[in-house]
């Protein structure tokens, strides 16, 4: 999708040069006059690091996101559902793919990438640390996960990087389908049984405060937010993100008869919002540093699913090669 015939040498001379108080004021004009950064374009080393960190992090959140869903498959209730659900993911492995190549522009191969993951250095979203234990997750997840991702998303597709910017265009659109067919499995639920609309709720309970969490760390707690938002590669805080979340999705519950699990939260006429109630961030960080409900499964099938892939890898590569030789022959 991306070119990653990346100049070598000029992006190894732009790693040893010296930024200079006028290379730096330049690029920052370039990115306030809304002027898009390509990958070949000089940029701060600490600009591309942040990219790197953050594309990469939201590549590998599609990648291990496929794996509490695809839990589901071949437990869909219906044929219909079944392929609505086998269609989602394939989305998200795309969604993923994207994302690497747009990474890759800026000199990082998608190979590192993935050592990164599997070495654990490299995070992914904490949100998909929880299990799905019924299938009214799988409406939760579309609804609520894939909500809160598209809330985050939809700035990234005005990020000062074009690469990344322009990737998040198609994947929001793909991410807007994933919510409405989430939020529809709740909508068919709660005008089901008792035992359906229990189960609804029972998902919501569960998904609710972990979604809340996905948006990052509060305002006064993000490292990294205001030189994100400086160099526009963020354009809202994490705190403004979750607000505008909760605004739009507390009247969805609402309007299926779904009551939100936090007994603070009340609409506050002056100003238009919502207030919830506090976030367990311990939680957040225990998820963070590896010790969530489902961080142990989640590597193990990712590096389960790395080595069972190795012979498609080299089989690839034998033909690339054979390919080579033909042409060269
Ligand atoms: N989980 O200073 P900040 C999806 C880390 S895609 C884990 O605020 P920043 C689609 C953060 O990396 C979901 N780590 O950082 C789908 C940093 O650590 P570091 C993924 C988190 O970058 C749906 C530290 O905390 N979306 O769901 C989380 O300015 C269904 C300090 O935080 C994206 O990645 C977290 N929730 O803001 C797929 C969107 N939050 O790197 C399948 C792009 C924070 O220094 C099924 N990313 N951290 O080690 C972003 O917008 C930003 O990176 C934030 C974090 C907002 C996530």
Not at 9 to 25: L, T
Not at 185 to 198: P, T, Y
Not at 234 to 241: G, P
Request: aromatic share 10%.
């Amino acid at each position: 999708m991306y070119t990653q015939g990346l100049d070598q040498k000029s992006s190894q001379s732009a790693e040893i040069k010296v930024e200079s108080a006028e290379d730096n004021a330049r690029f920052q004009a370039h990115v306030d006059a809304e002027e898009k950064i390509e990958p070949k374009d000089w940029m701060p080393e600490a600009y591309r690091r942040t990219l790197v960190r953050q594309i990469s992090q939201h590549a590998h959140s599609e990648i291990i996101g496929m794996q509490p869903e695809g839990n589901w498959l071949t437990r869909a209730p219906s044929l219909r559902r079944k392929s609505i659900l086998l269609a989602k993911i394939q989305d998200e492995a795309g969604h993923g793919l994207y994302l690497y190549s747009a990474a890759e522009t800026l000199g990082i191969s998608r190979e590192q990438m993935g050592d990164q993951l599997l070495a654990g250095t490299a995070k992914y979203s904490s949100i998909f640390n929880y299990p799905t234990l019924t299938w009214a997750d799988i409406g939760a997840v579309g609804w609520l996960v894939d909500g809160a991702a598209i809330m985050n998303q939809i700035p990234l597709c005005r990020c000062s990087y074009g690469p990344y910017s322009r990737a998040m265009i198609r994947i929001c659109k793909e991410e807007s389908f994933h919510q409405r067919q989430g939020y529809e499995i709740m909508v068919e639920l709660c005008r089901g049984s008792k035992e359906q609309k229990e189960m609804a709720q029972d998902a919501l309970n569960r998904w609710w405060w972990p979604s809340l969490m996905m948006f990052g760390p509060s305002d006064k707690d993000s490292q990294h937010s205001a030189q994100s938002m400086a160099w526009k590669i963020k354009r809202f805080s994490n705190d403004e993100l979750r607000q505008k979340f909760v605004d739009v999705t507390v009247p969805q519950a609402e309007f299926i008869g779904l009551k939100m699990p936090d007994d603070d939260l009340v609409y506050d006429e002056e100003s238009g919002h919502y207030r919830y109630g506090e976030i367990n961030w311990q939680e957040f960080t225990d998820v963070l540093a590896g010790n969530g409900q489902c961080n142990r499964e989640r590597m193990r099938t990712r590096r389960e699913a790395h080595q069972n892939g190795a012979w498609v890898r080299e089989a690839a590569q034998a033909h690339a090669a054979k390919k080579v030789a033909r042409a060269a022959a």
